[in-house]
């Protein structure tokens, strides 16, 4: 099986958008307007949920109207809440079939059709023309990837001269391999992780200049042991992962808190 399958099978899951609207609806009640901000809790999968993106927004700025591309989308809850936020019109791409119709199907619930925008496609053969946009973000992404200089040439070919890309991800930390599965693989097969270092090289020579780089790991370290202390949220990851997201989410806490594993934040601008 192809990494790109193997990463496929990973993700893959029937009926999301239903079981997601199904669990917004039993928690919150079933008059509650679904909206970017409702979902939020439900739809951002990766590290510090919503707070992430909201600290990955304010890096990238975008402003209204903007054509705004989210590689490797997930279900789209960060796409959808930054066009909400800011006004920008979105295009996430997506490997993952059941994540796109998800993407999909969740914009059109929250009526964002027209400004969160999804396609299917590998993040190193984006199916969107040169210079199409203006900023680029990628969260909990190239984890999967082990070719780096080709998705950050990718990232570079679509934006404009002077476009931005922020990224926010995990890497590898000094402390030794972190212990499997992991929310986004299951065993290293399907793991890429570079360290902090190599990340910055990586987009340098891809033809970024780096305009912040910041390892936000203990930012992460308290938002987990908040939510270990308050327990299992009911709407959380686990609607879209079912239980395996347990062991995957005290794996990548554990391997944070150990320095087996390290969080970044990068903001590049296409020289
Ligand atoms: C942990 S999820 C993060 C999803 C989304 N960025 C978020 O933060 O909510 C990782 C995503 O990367 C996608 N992915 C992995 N490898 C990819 C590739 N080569 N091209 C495009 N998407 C990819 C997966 O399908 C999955 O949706």
């Not at 619930?109 to 969160?116: C, F, L, R, Y």
Request: glycine share 8%; charged share 20%.
């Amino acid at each position: 099986m192809s990494v790109a399958d193997a990463v496929i099978s990973h993700y893959a899951r029937a009926d999301i958008a239903p079981r997601i609207l199904a669990a917004l609806a039993e928690v919150a009640g079933p008059d509650t307007p679904v909206s970017a901000e409702a979902l939020a809790p439900l739809d951002h999968f990766h590290s510090r949920g919503v707070a992430a993106t909201e600290a990955l927004c304010r890096l990238l700025d975008p402003q209204p109207g903007e054509a705004v591309l989210d590689i490797g989308c997930g279900i789209g809850g960060p796409a959808r809440w930054i066009a909400a936020r800011t006004g920008c019109l979105v295009t996430g791409v997506d490997l993952t079939p059941d994540f796109v119709a998800a993407a999909t199907a969740l914009a059109a619930a929250t009526g964002q059709s027209g400004t969160a925008r999804f396609l299917e496609g590998s993040a190193l053969a984006l199916p969107v023309p040169d210079a199409a946009f203006v900023r680029a973000y990628s969260q909990n992404v190239v984890m999967n990837i082990a070719d780096k200089a080709a998705v950050y040439a990718e990232a570079r070919r679509v934006l404009r001269p002077g476009g931005v890309l922020a990224l926010s991800n995990l890497t590898s930390g000094p402390a030794g391999p972190p212990a499997y599965p992991l929310p986004w693989a299951a065993g290293p097969e399907t793991s890429f992780l570079s360290t902090p270092e190599a990340t910055r090289a990586e987009l340098e020579a891809a033809g970024f200049a780096i305009l912040a780089f910041h390892d936000v790991s203990a930012e992460i370290v308290a938002f987990n042991q908040a939510l270990r202390a308050s327990g299992r949220p009911r709407l959380g990851m686990g609607v879209l992962v079912g239980e395996a997201i347990v062991e995957r989410q005290r794996n990548s806490a554990r391997g944070l808190a150990e320095g087996r594993l390290c969080a970044i934040e990068v903001l590049a601008r296409r020289r």
